[in-house]
């Protein structure tokens, strides 16, 4: 990570880092750290205040994500349409992913359409990109093919399936998806000659359903 370091002759006040937006626009990465003073700041007081005569330290300032150890989404707007993943509430699980043009979906069909952005997640981390409850159940629209890697670079695309009788129209800046980020687990393969015998054993397709019953290994 990247530090800069700022000597405190430098600056009048106390400065204090607000957390940072991973956004860039393009190649050009938008700075939106924010520098305040703190509420209980005075440039008067300060002013009757003197100095301490020894240099003081230098002020290290860092990322938001470092300082505060939480892991961070880093987003590129790859056209100045695109808008930024966004949840709708503070609890919501996923971040609303919207159309970057107009477009539609075919009745019985399906359509790629495009969102302007590109996105590195976490590397413990992928992305699922998941139907929206009211698309789904007032249109018929679901989501197919939604695994974002965290090494992916490219576009974030988002496949729609028209499960309608009707042509479904997207505008631009319209909410079509959402990403849900989920931790995963990559252990190593290890091929054997057999398995460990289980209750269930090789029982799938309903064989645990009510009143079926549960095969067991002779």
């Given at each position: ?12 006040s106390p ?36 100095l301490p005569a ?5 002020i ?10 939480a892991?961070?989404m ?9 808008v ?5 509430s ?7 992913l919207?159309?970057l ?8 069909g ?23 409850s009211g698309?789904a159940?007032?249109k018929?629209?679901?989501v ?6 965290s ?6 695309r988002v496949?729609l399936?028209?499960?309608s ?5 997207i505008?631009?800046?319209?909410r ?14 290890v ?8 209750e269930?054993?090789?029982g ?8 079926a ?6």
């Open positions: 990570m990247r530090t800069v370091s700022v000597a405190a002759a430098a600056i009048p400065v204090f880092v607000s957390p940072a937006l991973h956004v860039t626009v393009g190649s050009t990465r938008v700075a939106r750290t924010l520098l305040r003073r703190p509420p209980c700041f005075s440039p008067q007081r300060s002013r009757r205040t003197p020894t240099p003081p330290l230098p290290m300032m860092q990322d938001a994500s470092a300082l505060s150890g892991p961070s880093r987003v590129q707007l790859l056209d100045p349409r695109a930024a993943p966004a949840r709708g503070a609890t919501a699980a996923g971040y609303d919207s159309a043009e107009d477009g539609s979906v075919p009745a019985r399906r359509a790629l359409l495009r969102t302007g952005l590109a996105i590195a997640l976490p590397t413990d981390v992928y992305g699922r990109v998941a139907p929206r698309l159940w007032k018929g629209l679901d197919g093919a939604g695994v974002i890697d090494d992916y670079r490219g576009e974030v496949l399936f028209n499960l009788d009707e042509d479904i129209h505008k631009a800046g319209d079509i998806a959402q990403l849900i980020l989920e931790r995963i687990s990559t252990p190593a393969v091929v054997v000659e057999s398995l460990e015998a289980t269930r054993g090789a799938g397709f309903g064989s645990t359903g009510m009143g019953p549960v095969p067991t290994q002779g």
